[in-house]
């Protein structure tokens, strides 16, 4: 893990604390180049738009493919906060992010080693670097925090 992995995942964790003070659950992502300079950003959404793939893996792809004028982010890492779903490592494999840096697991619905492990699977055509744990307290504290004072 790198500097700029960690400051990536800083404004992922910043992100998603402004989703979760509008009622969103509080999932941040950002997509850096090599050298860290922020591509796109994005944090969960679906509340707010009514949008089933507002997730902030999704939201932050756009931002960076648009950023960079193409579909095609290879070469690029996608920093989030809690480890993405079926839905959006399907998006990140077809984005061809080469590497996600995530911080919380999420041992219900996870596709990045904890419940599925699409985003490694040998059976698909491409897939990414993996590394989990990043900044894990502080991105599990964000959501328990927003489930607990919701309950």
């Known amino acids: 893990?790198?500097?700029?992995?960690?400051?990536?995942?800083?404004?992922?964790?910043?992100?998603?604390?402004?989703?979760?003070?509008?009622?969103?659950?509080?999932?941040?992502?950002?997509?850096?180049?090599?050298?860290?300079?922020?591509?796109?950003?994005?944090?969960?959404?679906?509340?707010?738009?009514?949008?089933?793939?507002?997730?902030?893996?999704?939201?932050?792809?756009?931002?960076?493919?648009?950023s960079v004028g193409s579909w095609n982010l290879d070469g690029y890492t996608l920093v989030v906060t809690l480890e993405p779903c079926v839905m959006c490592a399907g998006a990140i494999l077809q984005s061809r992010i080469t590497r996600v840096v995530f911080g919380a697991w999420d041992d219900k619905a996870g596709a990045a080693g904890s419940m599925y492990d699409v985003l490694r699977d040998r059976?698909?055509?491409?897939?990414?670097?993996?590394?989990?744990?990043?900044?894990?307290?502080?991105?599990?504290a964000l959501l328990r925090d927003f489930f607990t004072s919701r309950r």
């Open 1 to 66: 893990m790198t500097l700029a992995d960690r400051t990536a995942m800083a404004r992922a964790l910043v992100l998603a604390a402004e989703a979760a003070a509008v009622d969103e659950i509080p999932v941040g992502a950002v997509v850096v180049d090599a050298d860290g300079a922020v591509l796109g950003e994005g944090r969960n959404s679906r509340e707010e738009t009514h949008d089933p793939t507002g997730h902030a893996e999704v939201n932050a792809l756009r931002a960076a493919a648009a």
């Open 123 to 140: 059976r698909l055509p491409y897939r990414a670097e993996v590394v989990g744990g990043v900044e894990a307290d502080a991105a599990t």
